[in-house]
């Protein structure tokens, strides 16, 4: 019954390579975003869907690209993975209301180390 | 850039005290939430106030925002052990597509 589950939790690859994080979320929520934390905690957004629509991506290098079937799943593929890629990452979803507010339920977290 | 700046990075408090986090921020704000994240897991939403409010309590927290200094602080009060995490601002500016902005987080330990 987990809320935004991501797969796998732990990802340890090689330099070159290309991998993919998985996130399903079960709130009914219409957002989804990925954000990238680094070793120094800094939480930085990376990508934001609507409805299967892309509204936020922000100045991330276009080997991440990311792809939303439809508005529970959002999943990150990452191609020719450099060193600087190793962080955590993390899927999170919110129901944008008319409210405005935009409340975030986040993930457990992808910690990707690339070698 | 970076919205929330928060202090200080690091708290190392006794059970039972009080603890203190004050954020900053640059920008107008439709509203501004602080999360916690406990070491090895995700964020959890903690509180949101809106930029209308000045202070919100929940349970033994304590947010209150200054619009005029933009500055946001959390208090949380008789502190216990498993109160042991970081602490992250966030900032919502509130248009269409916007996004969270987070700080730099502030790490809090409370010493049994």
């Given at each position: 019954d987990t809320a935004v589950s991501q797969t796998p939790k732990y990802l340890v690859t090689q330099m070159g390579n290309d991998k993919s994080i998985k996130c399903e979320q079960n709130l009914g929520h219409d957002t989804m975003y990925w954000y990238k934390q680094d070793s120094k905690k800094f939480l930085k957004i990376m990508f934001s869907y609507n409805n299967k629509e892309l509204i936020i991506n922000e100045t991330v290098p276009n080997r991440f690209s990311p792809k939303?079937?439809?508005k529970a799943h959002l999943n990150l593929h990452i191609n020719?993975?450099?060193l600087g890629d190793s962080a955590v990452y993390f899927c999170a979803s919110s129901h944008s209301g008319i409210s405005g507010a935009n409340v975030l339920t986040f993930g457990a977290g992808s910690r990707l180390t690339v070698l | 850039s970076q919205q929330g700046e928060e202090d200080p990075q690091a708290l190392s408090i006794q059970e039972g005290e009080n603890a203190t986090m004050n954020c900053s921020y640059k920008t107008s704000i439709n509203n501004l939430q602080w999360?916690?994240?406990?070491?090895g897991r995700g964020l959890v939403h903690l509180i949101l106030i809106r930029s209308n409010e000045r202070e919100k309590h929940s349970g033994r927290l304590r947010v209150t925002l200054d619009t005029s200094k933009k500055s946001s602080?959390?208090?949380i009060t008789a502190s216990r052990a498993a109160d042991?995490?970081?602490y992250f601002c966030a900032t919502d500016a509130g248009t269409s597509g916007s996004r969270l902005t987070f700080g730099e987080g502030t790490q809090l330990t409370v010493n049994p």
């Amino acid at each position: 019954d987990t809320a935004v589950s991501q797969t796998p939790k732990y990802l340890v690859t090689q330099m070159g390579n290309d991998k993919s994080i998985k996130c399903e979320q079960n709130l009914g929520h219409d957002t989804m975003y990925w954000y990238k934390q680094d070793s120094k905690k800094f939480l930085k957004i990376m990508f934001s869907y609507n409805n299967k629509e892309l509204i936020i991506n922000e100045t991330v290098p276009n080997r991440f690209s990311p792809k939303s079937p439809d508005k529970a799943h959002l999943n990150l593929h990452i191609n020719s993975l450099e060193l600087g890629d190793s962080a955590v990452y993390f899927c999170a979803s919110s129901h944008s209301g008319i409210s405005g507010a935009n409340v975030l339920t986040f993930g457990a977290g992808s910690r990707l180390t690339v070698l | 850039s970076q919205q929330g700046e928060e202090d200080p990075q690091a708290l190392s408090i006794q059970e039972g005290e009080n603890a203190t986090m004050n954020c900053s921020y640059k920008t107008s704000i439709n509203n501004l939430q602080w999360y916690r994240q406990n070491s090895g897991r995700g964020l959890v939403h903690l509180i949101l106030i809106r930029s209308n409010e000045r202070e919100k309590h929940s349970g033994r927290l304590r947010v209150t925002l200054d619009t005029s200094k933009k500055s946001s602080s959390l208090l949380i009060t008789a502190s216990r052990a498993a109160d042991t995490a970081s602490y992250f601002c966030a900032t919502d500016a509130g248009t269409s597509g916007s996004r969270l902005t987070f700080g730099e987080g502030t790490q809090l330990t409370v010493n049994p």
